[in-house]
DNA sequence: TAGGCCATCTGGTCCT
DNA sequence: AGGACCAGATGGCCTA
């Protein structure tokens, strides 16, 4: 389905444009700052939560949990757990924008067409993978075009996707992996004919289109 | 109205 | 101890 880009959220673009995939710590980001806090949802429906355990035994916290600090007023410990909780969300929402300013900074270099939607979040990464992987199918055609020139003998590479998929015909121009996943990047981009104009195997041939000519 | 996408909160785990 | 990372839960918004 497409994105909605009214309601974006309002990222401020600001260090990952700049210097991509740079490690910048939460510290340094200032954007969510400005993020205002979700009223959403009302606190206290995490107790079913309790005990779900993500990663590794939960006996480990259990035996955290009875650490013996020192003693301190039930209303002071509520009111150190909030400040933390609080601060952690912060991190949280920064750690968040963060990603979306790399994903947003991703979106960038794509080659799509102005009147198209917003690429979403899965389809950004998918676009990318797919994009990547054909351009690598590029250079190794400009390749081997050149080395049939040089020297009419053997051809010097095979055509072939990078994982060592067999296809090297242009009417697949998804990479295996992508195409095995459960969500295939061929299904969510027939939706968009802008995407799939952009790579194309008439776009992507060598001497056919120049990649400015879709950028 | 159902389903998709998203932002946010939250608690657990790992790492420094 | 505190921060980063992760995944689940929840609710809002939007479109078909």
Known sequence: MAPHPSRAPAVQVSRE?????????????TCATSAPPSPTRPPGNRAEAEGRGCRGAPNKLRARRGGRSRPKSELALSKQRRSRRKKANDRERNRMHNLNSALDAL???LPTFPDDAKLTK?????FAHNYIWALTQTLRIADHSFCELETP??????????????SGD????????????SLSPAASLEERPGLQAATSPACLRPGALAFSDFL
Do not use: K, M, N
């Not at 899965?122 to 998918?126: A, S």
């Not at 003998?153 to 067999?166: F, Q, V």
């Open 17 to 29: 444009t700049q210097l991509p995939f740079s490690r910048a710590s939460d510290d340094e980001v």
């Open 107 to 109: 979106r960038g270099v």
């Open 122 to 126: 899965i389809e950004t990464l998918r």
């Open 153 to 166: 003998a053997p051809p010097c590479g095979e055509l072939g996707s990078p994982d060592g998929g067999s």
């Open 170 to 181: 242009w009417g697949s121009l998804y990479s295996p992996v992508s195409q095995a996943g």
